[in-house]
């Protein structure tokens, strides 16, 4: 089963410029996290935001949370290329973590 | 050095052998998860455990079998009635469900 869908599914912008990637679910949520993954690599979690907030901030990382329209966003500032990499949502299902399909975000220099 | 380690980070097997896929973690986590990752996708649970000698399907659990005998070992066994094994797979784990999960490096594993 699949609860948080992103969009764009790719995205490539330029060094410096911002990038945003938006995550879509359909049940109600105690919380939603955010993780990158390297190619072939595990991934990293990045941020957790509760249903109670509406945004959080981490570094060059803000997320923010809408859950009237059951939907977050994540926005890298001043992307560098070591952002190179897809990022997931993940919802958090009885229990469980149910990940999407990820934005596989590319910066080019 | 706490994290979490999984071996080998690249298997081989033939069709119709069973194969298992290793998952240590020092972080001391209650809960650990097996997922299954296919190129260019998301990925999807396979099983996991909130705790030791006890663990629940996830979304995609046939022909995979897990144990949890000890806390820090979570092994995953693709079985050969696992139809389609070729996949990247990924170990996580969390001090409880539903909150911030560490993941190893991954097992990529090819069916020959």
């Known amino acids: 089963s699949q609860q948080g869908e992103e969009d764009p599914q790719a995205l490539s912008i330029q060094e410096g410029e911002n990038a945003t990637m938006n995550c879509s679910y359909k049940?109600?949520?105690?919380?939603l996290q955010w993780y990158r993954q390297n190619s072939g690599r595990g991934l990293v979690h990045l941020i957790l935001i509760r249903s109670n907030e509406r945004e959080k901030h981490s570094g060059r990382l803000r997320v923010t949370l809408d859950t009237s329209k059951k939907s977050s966003s994540l926005l890298i500032t001043a992307s560098r290329a070591a952002d190179t990499a897809s990022y997931f949502c993940a919802t958090d299902a009885r229990k469980k973590l149910v990940f999407g399909q990820g934005t596989r975000l590319t910066i080019n220099p | 050095d706490g994290g979490i380690t999984q071996s080998p980070k690249y298997l081989f097997r033939k069709e119709g052998q069973n194969v298992t896929l290793s998952c240590e973690q020092n972080l001391n986590h209650d809960a650990m998860y097996w997922y299954r990752q296919d190129p260019g996708q998301g990925l999807r649970l396979i099983y996991y455990?909130?705790?030791?000698?006890?663990?629940q399907k996830g979304d995609i659990a046939e022909g995979y079998s897990v144990s949890r005998e000890k806390k820090e070992s979570f092994p995953l066994t693709v079985t050969s009635a696992q139809k389609n094994p070729t996949a990247f797979y990924l170990c996580a784990s969390s001090r409880i469900t539903g909150i911030e999960q560490f993941f190893g490096p991954g097992t990529r594993l090819t069916v020959l």
């Open positions: 455990s909130q705790i030791v000698n006890d663990f």
């Open positions: 049940t109600s949520i105690n919380n």
